[in-house]
């Protein structure tokens, strides 16, 4: 029976969901057309419609976030990974701090809007057989974001967590962001329950998952900081919010 409510509300869902990222494309695209701001506002009103498509699912995001984190102010967060639901939740969150991705390079292509967006929106796309090149990529995205003061999201583990235990975080990636940006106050993000939206790969979508989601305290940045320590902090923040939740 549960299955069975599951799908009477996934194929509306992702409907929904298909066509917000297909109609909000061509007008990204007209956007670009005035700027890249025009096209953040545009990708950030998308990543907040999608927000509410997924009520159609009965999914309930709740939300903790700490009273210093800023709108408009740009960070290095530092977050868990559990589904590519994720980028739109955090995105419709924090909206106003034009958040930008570490990708891998596959996701740039087929997938509308979002495929444009990581093209042509200021993020960085990386190719994982390619050190060199992906180092560079997200040195130069630490570069742009911290002087257009926007936002910066990345995922230490390096991949979606598909069961929603915390695999091994590689700091590298972050440590070169950090270098690159060494203003940008770090802000660390937990989220959990977002694996379960594709427990089933999609098909269906678990109707009524709970996700949770805080941002903690900004942490201010200090010329002589240990990056790593920063970073170990951030994941033992992660660690310890994840417990929390899972014992209450």
């Known amino acids: 029976m549960k299955r069975i409510v599951d799908w009477i509300f ?7 969901f298909g066509l ?3 109609v909000f494309e061509p007008i990204a695209r007209v956007a670009r057309l005035f700027g890249l701001r025009p096209m953040e506002i545009t990708m950030g009103v998308m990543q907040w419609v999608l927000l509410g498509v997924f009520r159609i699912c009965g999914t309930r995001v709740k939300v903790e976030r700490s009273p210093a984190v800023k709108s408009r102010t740009g960070y290095l967060i530092i977050s868990n990974h559990q589904s590519l639901f ?7 969150l924090l909206f106003s ?5 570490v990708s891998k390079r596959e996701l740039g292509r087929w997938l509308p809007s979002i495929s444009f967006n990581l093209q042509h929106g200021g993020n960085a ?6 050190p060199q090149q992906a180092k560079q990529a997200i040195h130069e995205l630490g570069e742009a974001a911290q002087r257009r003061n926007v936002a910066v999201v990345i ?10 235990k915390l695999k091994r975080f590689r700091y590298g990636g972050a440590l070169e962001l950090m270098e690159a ?3 940008l106050e770090v802000l660390t993000a937990t989220i959990d329950g977002s694996w379960e939206l594709l427990r089933y790969k999609a098909y269906p979508i678990p109707f009524g998952t709970r996700v949770r989601i805080r941002f903690g305290d900004p942490v201010a940045r200090s010329p002589d900081e240990d990056r790593r320590a920063v970073l170990q902090a951030a994941q033992r923040e992660i660690e310890a919010t994840l417990e929390e939740w899972r014992e209450a």
Do not use: C
């Open 10 to 16: 996934t194929v509306p869902f992702l409907i929904a």
């Open 20 to 22: 917000t990222l297909a």
């Open 86 to 92: 994720d980028i739109p939740i955090v995105g419709g």
């Open 97 to 101: 701090n034009y958040p930008k991705y």
């Open 125 to 130: 796309l990386i190719d994982r057989g390619d």
């Open 155 to 164: 995922y230490p583990e390096g991949t979606r967590s598909r069961d929603g």
């Open 181 to 183: 940006a060494p203003d």
